[in-house]
C-alpha cells in the first residue's frame, strides 16, 4: 500500500491553499483512492446519452476507465473497463449500442452488466487445456460500481458506504438542478478540450466569482455576467458543492464600477458582428454555474445549456468535456438558438476560452515552489452562503471539504461548512 503524501496544511484551511496539491504526484494518487473511489458520487453521464436498451457510453471516474450501460430491461449500470482476464480494455469505442461486450485479446464476453457470459474454449480442446473444473464464471466478471441517478443525471461510486445520491447532493444542490432538469431533454453535441494543469485548478475556476467578469472581456462588455450585477453563492451543508448565480439589475450602474476602475474588461465600443449571438429567449433568470464535487460542473449561461465533466490526466493535465443539451420539447428556433450559443463555452468560447489558459498560467508560475500558498479571502475566511458575486467562499468550502476528506485537516467533515 502507497503511503500516506504528507502536507502541512495552513490552520486556515480553506483560505491558504499550498501550492504542493498541484505539483505532488503522491498527492494525486491518493486522491484517485479518497476521493474518485472514496465516499463520493461522480457524474459519468446523462440518462438521454443512452436511451434504449443496449446503448452504453464509455467514460472515466478519475483516472479509471469505466462503462455506463442500459440493460435489457432498462436498468443503468457501471462497470470497470478492464477484463477480468488480462487486463485489457473492453469497450474501445466512446459510445454505441450492443448487450454484450467482448474483450478483442481473447474474446471473453460480458453482458450488460457486466457478467462474464462467454470464454472461448472453456474447456480446452479434445480434451486438453482448458481452465480447470472449478473454474466459475460468476467469479469473474467486471468490476461494478454502484450508480444512482438524480433528474436524468447518472452518477457512480466504488463506495459502499457513501450516502444515497439525495443526500449527498443535499436540498439546495437538488433544487437548482430541478430548475434546469425539468422536463425530458435531448442532448446536442459534445466538445472536448485537453488543459495541461491540475484538475483542482479548474475545481476552483468554476466556484470562483470574482475572476469571471475580470478575466472575460465578453461577460463584462455584453452584460451576461458581471461583478456588479445580483446574485451570490449557495452552498451544500458541507461546502463541497456550490451554486452561483448572477442576474441583470441596472446595466447603467452595474457598468459604472468598471468604468471608474479602468478595468480592461469592459471594452464599451466593442460590437458583435453578429448581433443574434445574445438574441436568446427569456428562459431562465440571470446564469447559473453550479458545481458538485468532485467533477461536475452543470451551466445555464443565456440560452445555452451544458454539463462539463472534468477527467483528471496526471499531476498536470486534465480534459474537460461539454456536453450540450436541450428539452425534448424544444421548437426548430430555440434549437438553432441553444446551437449558436454553445459558441459562448468549450475550447474556443467567446467566455470560457480564456480559463483553461488561465489554469495552465498558474500551473507554470507554481512549479518550483511547492511549499508556497495562494491567498482565496475574498468575502471573508469562512465558508458560508453570500449574497454578492465578490466572494471565494465556493473556493474555500471546496478546499475545506478536500482537506478533511484527504486526510490532510482534522476538520470534521460534517462541519466543514459553517
Not at 451544500?236 to 474588461?265: F, I, K, N, P
Request: charge should be neutral; include cysteine; hydrophobic fraction near 40%.
Amino acid at each position: 500500500m502507497q503511503a500516506a503524501a504528507q502536507i502541512a496544511w495552513p490552520r486556515t484551511e480553506g483560505a491558504r491553499v499550498p501550492y504542493q496539491v498541484f505539483l505532488d504526484p503522491a498527492i494525486y494518487e491518493q486522491e484517485q483512492e479518497r476521493i474518485f473511489r472514496g465516499p463520493t458520487w461522480s457524474y459519468v453521464a446523462l440518462e438521454a446519452e443512452f436511451p434504449r436498451p443496449g446503448d452504453f457510453k464509455a467514460t472515466f471516474v478519475g483516472e479509471t476507465p469505466i462503462v455506463v450501460t442500459r440493460a435489457r430491461d432498462g436498468t443503468v449500470h457501471a462497470f470497470v473497463n478492464r477484463c477480468a482476464h488480462r487486463g485489457a480494455l473492453v469497450c474501445r469505442e466512446p459510445r454505441g449500442n450492443r448487450l454484450r461486450h467482448t474483450c478483442v485479446y481473447h474474446q471473453w464476453t460480458y453482458d450488460a452488466e457486466g457478467n462474464l457470459v462467454g470464454v472461448p474454449f472453456r474447456t480446452g480442446i479434445d480434451g486438453k487445456g482448458g481452465y480447470p473444473a472449478d473454474f466459475d464464471p460468476k467469479q469473474h466478471g467486471l468490476q461494478k460500481l454502484r450508480v444512482a441517478t438524480y433528474d436524468g443525471l447518472v452518477f457512480a461510486s466504488f463506495s459502499a458506504t457513501v450516502e444515497p445520491l439525495a443526500e449527498y447532493l443535499g436540498p439546495t444542490m437538488r433544487q437548482w438542478l430541478d430548475r434546469i432538469f425539468n422536463r425530458p431533454i435531448r442532448v446536442l453535441g459534445y466538445t472536448r478540450q485537453f488543459v495541461h494543469a491540475n484538475w483542482k485548478l479548474y475545481a476552483e475556476n468554476v466556484r470562483d466569482p470574482y475572476h469571471a467578469s475580470l478575466l472575460h472581456l465578453f461577460h463584462a462588455t455584453f452584460g451576461l455576467y458581471r461583478s456588479t450585477q445580483g446574485g451570490g453563492v449557495w452552498l451544500d451543508r458541507l461546502g463541497r458543492h456550490s451554486v452561483l448565480h448572477s442576474y441583470r439589475r441596472d446595466a447603467e450602474a452595474e457598468t459604472a464600477a468598471y468604468r471608474q476602475a479602468g478595468l480592461r474588461s469592459y471594452q464599451a465600443t466593442y460590437t458583435l458582428a453578429d448581433p443574434s449571438l445574445l438574441a436568446g429567449r427569456q428562459e431562465f433568470p440571470g446564469l447559473v454555474i453550479q458545481t458538485i464535487f468532485p467533477s461536475l460542473v452543470v451551466q445555464q449561461i443565456q440560452n445555452t445549456l451544458a454539463v462539463r465533466q472534468i477527467l483528471p490526466k496526471g499531476v498536470d493535465a486534465f480534459e474537460l468535456i461539454f456536453t450540450f443539451f436541450g428539452y425534448e420539447d424544444d421548437d426548430e428556433e430555440m434549437l438553432r438558438i441553444r446551437r449558436k450559443q454553445a459558441n459562448l463555452v468549450g475550447p474556443a468560447g467567446l467566455i470560457s476560452l480564456e480559463d483553461g489558459h488561465a489554469t495552465e498560467l498558474v500551473q507554470q508560475a507554481i512549479v518550483r515552489d511547492p511549499a508556497a500558498s495562494s491567498l482565496v479571502e475574498m468575502g471573508g475566511r469562512t465558508v458560508e452562503d453570500q449574497e454578492n458575486l465578490v466572494t471565494e467562499t465556493g473556493i474555500r468550502g471546496f478546499w475545506r471539504y478536500y482537506g478533511a476528506l484527504m486526510g490532510f485537516t482534522d476538520v470534521p467533515l460534517e462541519d466543514s461548512h459553517g
